[in-house]
């Protein structure tokens, strides 16, 4: 499978993300473009991905080159929230310079579509929009809720050392219900808290 031939050949630029189609890719791949790609948080080891329950990684192709790439896991703080271990995060979403415009929103209707068939005991999926650099377009454009925004923490203890932060903005917490989603009128309670295939995800 090409990534832009191996970073040796620039994609073609695309008019539209109809044009692609969505597919899982391995754990690595979707790490290594995100350090390619991802301008804020470039940084995410795979073996951080693999450890979780659940974890999935997708990419959008054309012509068996990668314009997009998102890393899916269950929460970093899945013991912080209700339920926790019904959530799914998505932890990484970066697009190439060459991707279509609205390939973002289109990618996340396509994985939650996806989702849905692969995980059925997966009730709610979340993310954390940077507020130094987002406004969370993409979220809204796909339906999803703002529920709450938190300052930066650092995880650092006397016991534990943990990297330095690639950003320390305050996060706003968003939120797709995937069991009630066609329920008219449900907002989310702010404070509620492997394989590869090359099938296309219809």
């Given amino acids: 499978m090409k990534i832009a031939r191996l970073f040796e050949e620039k ?14 890719i391995n754990v690595i791949r979707a790490c290594n473009l995100n350090r390619r790609w991802h301008s804020r948080l470039p940084e995410i080891h795979w073996s951080n991905v693999v450890r979780s329950k659940h974890y999935i990684c997708y990419g959008a192709f054309y012509n068996n080159v990668v314009y997009a790439v998102a890393i899916w896991s269950s929460p970093v703080a899945a ?4 339920n926790g271990d019904t959530l799914l995060e998505l932890r990484r ?45 993409i979220y809204a454009a796909a339906n999803w809720t703002k529920c709450s925004e938190t300052k930066y923490i650092d995880w650092t203890t006397r016991k534990r050392k943990r990297s ?23 907002v989310p309670k702010p404070g509620t808290i492997r394989r590869e295939s090359k099938k296309p995800i219809s």
């Avoid at 609205?102 to 209707?109: G, K, N, Q, V």
């Fill in 164 to 186: 330095e932060a690639q950003s320390k903005a305050n996060k706003v917490r968003w939120e797709y219900c995937i069991d009630c989603a066609s329920k008219k009128g449900y």
């Fill in 93 to 137: 979403m970066a697009i190439s310079p060459e991707a279509p415009k609205y390939t973002a929103t289109w990618m996340l209707s396509r994985m939650i579509k996806d989702i849905k068939k692969r995980f059925p005991k997966i009730t709610r999926l979340i993310s954390y929009q940077d507020t130094e650099v987002h406004k969370g377009t």
């Fill in 79 to 82: 013991n912080r929230f209700k």
């Fill in 11 to 24: 994609a073609e630029p695309l008019a539209s993300p109809k044009l692609l189609t969505c597919s899982e």
